[in-house]
């Protein structure tokens, strides 16, 4: 069992406070080049949605080149730059305290307040991940005990399902939308016909 800080959501139960890493540092190849979470859809960057998802998080971590937020975050890098996910997420966990920490890629637009509450609520003991509508774990839609996420073995280029994986996270199903990430044009525009 988890114990340490609490805080209340606004219309939920008391949850942990949480601590928030946000992978912000792709390269885009599959967006042709372009910088992901600047882009935009209905108006704010893929980033802000983001992290007005998580703006209960007591620390929140991007994991990227610094650009500009809404609100303050703390930069961080992954070194080398580029050597992927699970390096980037180590890189972030460096920088949390809470005893649950969510780790989110930076373009999942329909990301919610709701969404992380749920997350949340499930992350004790072994972690929770976000289901897509096929069945497939997003594992940059996840929550965790942050001690079990730094005991996982996240090398530089490595799998993050490969290191996750036999943590063995609860499922949290949920609709499709939620976990829409914007990987493609294709993926951007739809993004934007949906707002």
Not at 81 to 94: E, H, K, N
Not at 110 to 129: C, I, K, M, S, W
Not at 165 to 170: D, E, H, I, V
């Amino acid at each position: 069992m988890l114990h340490g800080r609490w805080r209340s959501y606004p219309d939920a139960m008391p949850g942990p406070e949480y601590d928030a890493i946000v992978l912000a540092g792709g390269s885009g190849t599959r967006m042709d080049g372009a910088d992901k979470a600047s882009l935009t859809v209905a108006g704010t960057t893929l980033l802000d949605r983001v992290l007005a998802a998580v703006a209960g998080a007591a620390t929140v971590v991007v994991v990227g080149d610094r650009r500009p937020t809404q609100r303050p975050v703390t930069w961080t890098r992954e070194h080398p730059a580029g050597t992927g996910p699970a390096a980037a997420t180590r890189a972030g966990l460096a920088l949390v305290d809470a005893e649950v920490v969510l780790l989110l890629a930076a373009d999942l637009p329909f990301l919610t307040a709701a969404t992380v509450d749920r997350l949340l609520a499930t992350a004790a003991p072994t972690g929770a991940v976000l289901v897509d509508d096929d069945g497939r774990a997003q594992w940059l839609a996840s929550a965790w005990p942050t001690d079990a996420l730094r005991a996982a073995e996240l090398a530089p280029g490595g799998s993050l399902r490969a290191a996750l994986g036999p943590l063995q996270p609860s499922e949290v199903s949920v609709d499709g939308r939620e976990v829409l990430d914007c990987d493609t044009p294709t993926d951007l525009a739809r993004a934007r016909e949906l707002a």
